[in-house]
């Protein structure tokens, strides 16, 4: 059955740096998100992605986030200069059709940043 | 704004107990989903559910809709040890919004 996956599993890395957090969706769905979850909390909606452009995004998506669909395989978050609270787990999700449909997640990637 | 939030926050049953979950939220929805999570790990999703749709089955699965009240119920039968885990609700928005809204989620602990 075709799945979501995330690289990597787990990403270490200091505040200040800058990560790139990767996703593979379904093959043929045309919808993306990021979303995260920090420990002990709510998944929380980062972005949504449509058609090359973003189609909404949270007041927690600001501009030291990014994402990008480089090839027509990948989608990638940019965080470009992480703080102490950006780790958590981010997950990736896709669905087919959007508003109304599946949305089908990944098993995310844990951020950690020291 | 809308929110899920589920009750109980944790449940502990026997394996071939049933398990009942429930979520409310605030605001009009075009559909409702349910995932679970193995501690630390992704969200599988189980079930959508639409507006328009008062109840649906999948294998062990029955989750309810209620629009009137704005809550869902998710019915686990026969339950494994292997269900164990943290069950979330959902939601979009009616208003041209494919994002979800999470619930708070129920802690589902099934004893051999």
């Known amino acids: 059955e075709p799945e979501v996956t995330q690289t990597p599993s787990h990403q270490v890395t200091q505040m200040g740096q800058e990560v790139i957090l990767r996703c593979v969706p379904i093959s043929n769905h045309l919808y993306f998100y990021w979303y995260r979850q920090i420990l002990g909390q709510k998944v929380e909606f980062l972005v949504s992605f449509y058609n090359n452009e973003i189609s909404e995004k949270s007041e927690i998506f600001d501009d030291q986030f990014s994402v990008e669909r480089p090839d027509g395989s990948n989608f990638t978050l940019k965080i470009r200069s992480t703080k102490l609270e950006d780790s958590a787990m981010y997950f990736c999700?896709?669905?087919?059709?959007?508003?109304?449909?599946?949305?089908?997640f990944g098993p995310g990637t844990r951020l950690t940043v020291t | 704004s809308q929110q899920g939030e589920e009750d109980p926050q944790a449940l502990s049953i026997q394996e071939g107990e049933n398990a009942t979950m429930n979520c409310s939220y605030k605001t009009s929805i075009n559909n409702l989903q349910w995932y679970r999570q193995n501690s630390g790990r992704g969200l599988v999703h189980l079930i959508l559910i639409r507006s328009n749709e008062r109840e649906k089955h999948s294998g062990r699965l029955r989750v309810t809709l209620d629009t009137s009240k704005k809550s869902s119920s998710l019915l686990i039968t026969a339950s494994r040890a292997a269900d164990t885990a943290s069950y979330f609700c959902a939601t979009d928005s009616f208003y041209n919004t494919d994002k979800l809204i999470f619930g708070t989620g129920t802690r589902l602990q099934v004893f051999p």
């Open positions: 999700a896709s669905s087919e059709r959007g508003q109304g449909y599946e949305q089908y």
